[in-house]
């Protein structure tokens, strides 16, 4: 009687009554089909062993559960023969970027991605990188999210414009580009906000400081929070007004990242007078109008 060849997946005999499961098998239970392993390597996502630590599983997923957000989204753009663009911002190492890559445009066989990155040594080597796993659609730019808007080493028009915990103003500066760019989509995860947290300390919201709801940013913590939700509140009606469909949800659990904010942005074309409204009375209300004309320049 032939014996069946032993199970590739199954746990290996047991040790101390317990079994003990077999470490390429659990890998490959975390992974992607057809992912690079040298990718992730260099990225140090996986050990020199090729091994998965705890830290890198919560980084993995992180990603993961963004760039299933972002597929979809490539997915709806229509077919061309220069294939989607994708900008990511404040690329860092270009995590994101380097896995959108190898997960959707390297089988897609056209179509390009730019990542954005102020430090430079971050941009030589997510280049190096790029050049020795023949990533060849992929370029890095040193600049800020602010200039890439007339950096005329980026495209006139972007299909996708991403900023994963992009700090401060440089989700707004995001923002701005995309409409430059006539973006899309736009998938915002937004970082530390201080911009109106410093302008509610100044100013203190003149016309409610003596009512009940002063009180929500007495303390320099609540005062904090409160202007990074006032930011993001104001970053979607300016979205709706410029002509997006706006979608806030979660990225992660919470026990991932306390920035677990998630914008998505769809272009319709149809600019929301009603937010329009809506953000010029919240600036009023909240003393910040000085904010509008760099921030929230209406369109016409």
């Not at 998938?187 to 300390?201: D, Y």
Request: with cysteine; glycine share 6%; aromatic share 6%.
């Amino acid at each position: 009687m032939t014996q069946k060849p032993p199970n590739a997946n199954a746990s290996r005999p047991k040790k101390g009554g317990k079994p003990v499961v077999d470490a390429d098998a659990a890998l490959a239970a975390e992974l992607k089909p057809g992912q690079s392993i040298e990718l992730l390597k260099e990225l140090h996502i996986l050990t020199r062993e090729g091994r998965l630590n705890q830290d890198s599983r919560r980084k993995l997923k992180q990603v993961y559960h963004l760039f299933q957000f972002i597929e979809k989204l490539l997915q709806e753009l229509p077919a061309s023969e220069q294939g989607p663009t994708l900008a990511d911002h404040g690329a860092g190492k270009s995590y994101l970027g380097f896995i959108i890559y190898d997960l959707y445009f390297k089988a897609l066989g056209r179509g390009h991605i730019y990542g954005v990155e102020t430090r430079a040594e971050l941009v030589q080597r997510s280049q190096d990188l790029a050049q020795r796993l023949g990533f060849d659609r992929m370029a890095f730019v040193n600049t800020t999210v602010a200039e890439a808007t007339t950096d005329q080493r980026l495209p006139e028009q972007i299909d996708v414009v991403t900023a994963l915990h992009a700090c401060d103003t440089a989700t707004d500066d995001a923002i701005a580009f995309g409409l430059q760019k006539k973006a899309r989509f736009m998938v915002l995860v937004p970082c530390c906000q201080a911009e109106v947290a410093s302008c509610l300390r100044e100013s203190k919201a003149l016309s409610l400081s003596r009512t009940p709801l002063a009180e929500l940013w007495r303390h320099p913590l609540h005062t904090r929070e409160m202007g990074s939700q006032i930011t993001n509140v104001l970053r979607c009606l300016y979205l709706e007004a410029c002509g997006y469909q706006v979608t806030v949800t979660e990225l992660v659990g919470w026990e991932h990242s306390m920035k677990n904010e998630l914008i998505l942005a769809r272009y319709t074309g149809q600019k929301k007078r009603s937010a329009a409204e809506r953000l010029q009375a919240l600036l009023a209300e909240f003393g910040l109008e000085a904010l509008q004309a760099s921030r929230y320049p209406l369109p016409a």
